[in-house]
Antibody, heavy 119, light 110 residues
Framework: EVHLVESGGGLVQPGGSLRLSCAASGFTFSSYWMSWVRQAPGKGLEWVANIKQDGSEKYYVDSVKGRFTISRDNAKNSLYLQMNSLRVEDTAVYYC????????????WGQGTLVPVSS | QSVLTQPPSASGTPGQRVTISCSGSSSNIGTNTVNWFQQLPGTAPKLLIYSNNQRPSGVPDRFSGSKSGTSASLAISGLQSEDEADFYCAAWDDSLNGWVFGGGTKLTVL
């Protein structure tokens, strides 16, 4: 059974940093694109970033370019999102999802981790 | 302002058929496939339709998807109370080099 478990969320001040992790199990992690998708409180879904199987391709939504970095460790079956220079508008539940290549799809999602950015 | 346009709300009575639209452009829906997600309150999104009209295993055939030109639609037939949820469409955008979502449609079963 596929499991995606996010961790690392929590309250952070504007300008601060946070690193989210996603532990994957139940499938061959190294065979899939992986993505981060977020949802601000009471708002819709927003794709944040995705990464190719070997990490050679990474894409980001414009609003996080230069501040967020997606990475993965296939040996540890883990996906990461390093978030720097956080802004109030980055406040959201961050979901890890399997998939996300062009013309692909997200079949499996984690339960999400909440990142409130506030002073 | 979302790149893909969905109606903010839709409604129907049990047993009815409802349709939710998703309008895009040549750089997203016009070129790439569309996925649909259902999100119940307080839960993670669930993949409902992928590649325009494919249902993952376990999704009832009451749910169907279609695409024409730069628009896509999700149809739900035999509406049930448990279908009440938020629905989102998504597609890759070649101009933005990333995924774009619709703003979401809140479905109410009257």
């Amino acid at each position: 059974e596929v499991h995606l478990v996010e961790s690392g969320g929590g309250l952070v001040q504007p300008g601060g940093s946070l690193r989210l992790s996603c532990a994957a199990s139940g499938f061959t992690f190294s065979s899939y694109w992986m993505s981060w998708v977020r949802q601000a409180p009471g708002k819709g879904l927003e794709w944040v970033a995705n990464i190719k199987q070997d990490g050679s391709e990474k894409y980001y939504v414009d609003s996080v370019k230069g501040r967020f970095t997606i990475s993965r460790d296939n040996a540890k079956n883990s996906l990461y999102l390093q978030m720097n220079s956080l802004r109030v508008e980055d406040t959201a539940v961050y979901y890890c999802a399997r998939g996300g290549s062009r013309n692909g799809y997200w079949m499996y999602w984690g339960q999400g981790t909440l990142v409130p950015v506030s002073s | 302002q979302s790149v893909l346009t969905q109606p903010p709300s839709a409604s129907g009575t049990p047993g009815q058929r409802v349709t939710i639209s998703c309008s895009g452009s040549s750089s997203n829906i016009g070129t790439n496939t569309v996925n649909w997600f259902q999100q119940l309150p307080g839960t993670a999104p669930k993949l409902l339709i992928y590649s325009n009209n494919q249902r993952p295993s376990g999704v009832p055939d009451r749910f169907s998807g279609s695409k024409s030109g730069t628009s896509a639609s999700l149809a739900i037939s035999g509406l049930q109370s448990e279908d009440e949820a938020d629905f989102y469409c998504a597609a890759w955008d070649d101009s933005l080099n990333g995924w774009v979502f619709g703003g979401g449609t809140k479905l109410t079963v009257l």
